[in-house]
């Protein structure tokens, strides 16, 4: 499984920024999808998740704010991320459950207020 990460950059406090997780490889393997986030001098945190059984997920801070969606199609799992705040500021990763852990590239938010 790969995992291409894009869509980050700096946007100011309040506005939107979506991200995009292109996967390709052996997707029928993948099992559940997320995006993780890691801000400077803190530990990589769970964001926002979903499983092939249709369960969603979101960190609290993120909740009405944040939505996962795919594109099974495109194959393509997205980050639509509103009302932004500079608390939000870090490097976002996504990531497949498949038999093992697979990690994309991370890409910047930054959120300046």
């Known amino acids: 499984v790969q995992l291409q990460a894009s869509g980050g950059g700096l946007v100011q406090a309040g506005g939107s920024l979506t991200l995009s997780c292109a996967v390709s490889?052996?997707?029928?393997?993948?099992?559940?999808m997320a995006w993780f986030r890691q801000a400077p001098s803190k530990k990589r945190e769970l964001v926002a998740g979903?499983?092939?059984?249709?369960?969603?997920n979101y960190t609290d801070s993120v909740k009405g704010r944040f939505t996962i969606s795919s594109d099974s199609v495109k194959n393509t799992v997205y980050l639509q991320m509103n009302s932004l705040k500079p608390e939000d500021t870090a490097v976002y990763y996504c990531?497949?459950?498949?038999?093992?852990?697979?990690w994309g590239q991370g890409t910047l938010v930054t959120v300046s207020s």
């Open positions: 990531a497949a459950a498949a038999g093992t852990e697979w």
């Open positions: 490889g052996d997707i029928f393997s993948i099992h559940a």
């Open positions: 979903f499983t092939s059984g249709g369960s969603t």
